[in-house]
C-alpha cells in the first residue's frame, strides 16, 4: 500500500517536474537595452544597462528559476525591480520569487488591492510601490513610463513607454493571438476601456514602434490597428446581436463573431469571449 502511494507520489512529482520543464524560456532582442522572454503566460520585457535590470512582468513562480538564469545571461545582477502589467498570475505569479530575491515590484493601486485580496496583506506577492495615473522608472539611462488605463484588461492595467526606445508594452490591452482580448469583467475591464487605450496608445506610437503584447509574437503599429478594427467590429456585432436575441443563451447560439474568422484559446473558448463581450456591453447574464 505504501509503496503504491510512493509511487503514485513520485509519479506525480515527475509529471508536474516535466511540465515545468517542458517550457523553454526564449529571448528576442529589440534594442540595445531591450529585450523579450518568451516562456509560459505573459511576454516579459528585460531591460539591461549599465545600473542593472529591471523587467516587465514575470510569468509563474515554477519558471522564475528558468527566467533567472536567462536573466543572469544578460546582466550579473539580479532583477532590481519589477513592473506589473495587470494582477493576472501569469503576468504576477514569480513577484514573491523576485522579491525574495531583491527586487522592488511596481505596479498600479488596483493590482496592489487585488493581490492583497488573493495573497493577503504583507505578502510579498504585492508591490512595495503603487502608483495612480502614471509612474516613470529612471533606469539604465532611459526613462520607462508606465501609464494607467481605467477599466481594460482589468482596472490595473499599465502601459510601458519608452523614452529613448522606440517600443511599448501593452500588456494584456494586446493579446496578439489571432483572437479577440480576455474582458476581465469581474477584474475592472470593459470593451469600451479596451478601445479607448488602443486608440490612445496608436496616437503615441508610429510605423518603426515595436508593440510588445501580453501574449503572442511582437508586433507593430499595423497589427494593433488589425486587432483595434477586429474589437471594434466584434463589439459592433456583439450589440447589433443583443438588439436582436433575448438572452445571453440566445446570443451564444446566434453565433456573432462567426464572420471574424477568429482563433480561440483552450482556457478562453468562444462562450466565453462571447459571455464576457455581452456582459461588458451591459447584457444581464439573468432575464428578470
Ligand atoms: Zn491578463
Redesign the pocket.
Known sequence: MIAVLVATVVTALTVKAAQAEDVEVTTQQLDKHIYVLFGRG?NIAAHVGADGTYIIDDQFAKLAPQIKAKLKELNPNAAEFVLN??Y?D??TGGNEVFAQAGAHVIAHHNVHKRLEEKHGAGSEFLPRLSFGDDLTLHFNGEHARLVHYASA??DGDAVVFFSDANIVHM??IYFNTGGLP?V?VDGGGSIEGILAALQSVLAQIDDNTQVIP?HGPISDKAGLMRYQASVAKAKALMLKAMAKEQTLDAVIAADPFAELNLKYADWLPKERVITLFYRSLGGKEVQP
Open positions: 505573459g502589467t495587470h493576472h501569469d503576468h484588461h482589468t500588456g494584456d480576455f476581465d501580453g
